[in-house]
């Protein structure tokens, strides 16, 4: 499925690049430099949390750039705390030359301890040519641009067992009221439960809620309660909430009830769907995929996708991802940075599996499978509708911690789905605390 004539290409070139050159300063060519590697002998070191499939797939990303350039560029894994490893490093004076952040939230608390460099003009010439306004803000501190997004993760997507819908003769719904009154329903009148919730990972329902409010309340309302500029008490959180509640509501819409529903964790529910068979849909992410090949099913057979139906006005696109910024003022950090925000980066990256591009100039041929293509296709479609996801842009202790904030205030909503006002209400109290700090 993947391009490799083009790789191939690109890693025989990274290793004629990657020479003993040990130049002190790139910028001054001499006779024995290759012509058009205006970094050779620069070293770089990246940071991010990636493992596995992800770290190599990224690392071929990187021997492009070093192919390009003739830099030679090492990868450091930071493992799940990002914070936990850069932080010491930090501290230290001794930072990776780039680091690619899984939250934005910490954009701003990196630029607060003046950890970061501003991006160079070249960099933000690409963000600016490939990305809408709002990822360069998202990008941005104290009036600073400091990032750029260069990984996406799709979250809003319904996934569901074509099996299920074909014994129940349900179909994919485009409106909300339709997935509650004829998809939901008919699934369930066949006597399978329509949803598997994995509530007992708290941050399922905030995307949940997220899909439902960008839509019900459009983009503009999303940015304001994103910053906390309106409360949790208004009357558009009680909108989305009832939508909610109209499936939290009904015991047989939800496998095992709410109580089930609560002691299911991700990605334990797509088991439930697509392995015990037990469920019809799950309502997460694209990175869903990975558990249902787990589970014995096939991607676009037995597990298909369709766009969360719209609760309102606009189809909602809600992203997460990975941000990278620069630690240290150099050419190399600025020339990486620049590499991953363009249009040519993007396309090395996106004929690789498991990579969504936010960027709106790479096109969607350029991806290995069918389901990526509708995906980066609804990116793109979005337009200045996109948004990410809200809870990692609030302070973690309301947004991002178990048991605690929005995960534990939602989770009390799921047993509780008839008192939106008091679901409102404690919301609210725990954003004011934790936007105060």
């Known amino acids: 499925m993947r391009k490799l004539p083009i790789m191939v290409a690109f890693l025989g070139l990274a290793a004629a690049a990657c020479g003993g050159n040990s130049t002190p300063e790139p910028s001054k060519q001499g006779s024995a430099a290759p012509a058009g590697k205006p970094l050779d002998g620069v070293k770089i070191e990246v940071a991010a949390k990636w493992t596995g499939d992800e770290q190599a797939n990224f690392e071929k990303v990187l021997k492009a750039f070093q192919a390009k350039t003739g830099a030679t560029v090492t990868y450091a894994s930071t493992g799940e705390d990002t914070g936990a490893y850069l932080g010491p490093r930090i501290q230290g004076g001794n930072p990776p030359d780039v680091a690619i952040l899984p939250q934005p939230g910490l954009v701003q608390q990196y630029a607060d301890q003046n950890a970061l460099k501003p991006l160079s003009a070249e960099v933000q010439t690409q963000i600016d040519q490939n990305y809408t306004p709002y990822w360069k803000e998202l990008g941005s501190a104290k009036g600073q641009v400091y990032g750029v997004l260069v990984k996406a993760a799709h979250k809003s997507l319904i996934w569901y067992r074509q099996g299920a819908f074909d014994d129940a003769g349900a179909q994919p719904a485009t409106t909300w009221d339709d997935l509650v009154s004829k998809t939901a329903q008919t699934l369930s009148d066949s006597g399978t439960a329509p949803f598997a ?38 009357p558009s959180v009680a909108t989305a909430l009832g939508k909610m509640a109209q499936i939290f509501g009904k015991k047989e819409f939800l496998l095992g009830g709410s109580t089930g529903a609560l002691q299911t964790d ?11 068979k037990k469920a019809g849909m799950v309502i997460e992410a694209d990175f869903v995929a990975a558990s249902v090949g787990q589970s014995g099913a096939k991607v676009g057979e037995d597990a298909k996708i369709m766009p969360f139906p719209k609760a309102g006005d606009t189809a909602p696109v809600v992203l997460g991802g990975d941000i990278a910024v620069a630690l240290k003022d150099s050419k190399g950090a600025m020339a990486l940075l620049e ?72 989770q009390d909503f799921l047993r509780n789905p008839s008192d939106v006002k008091g679901a409102q209400q404690k919301l609210e109290a725990d954003a004011a605390k934790a936007f105060k700090k």
């Open 197 to 234: 919730l994995c509530a007992a990972s708290g941050w399922t329902l905030t995307d949940l809620f997220e899909n439902v409010y960008l839509s019900s309340a459009g983009p503009e309302n999303y940015d304001k309660l994103a910053k906390h500029e309106i409360p949790w008490t208004d």
């Open 266 to 276: 991700f990605p334990t529910c797509v088991t439930q769907v697509y392995g015990q």
């Open 339 to 410: 590499f991953l925000a363009s249009k040519e980066g993007g396309e090395v990256w996106a004929k690789l599996p498991g990579y969504l591009s936010p960027n709106r100039n790479v096109s969607p041929d350029n991806y290995p499978d069918d389901l990526t293509k509708q995906l980066a296709q609804t990116i793109i479609s979005a337009g200045e509708a996109v948004r990410y996801d809200m809870s990692d842009l609030a302070p973690s202790a309301f947004g991002g911690t178990d048991g605690k904030g929005e995960w534990k205030d939602l």
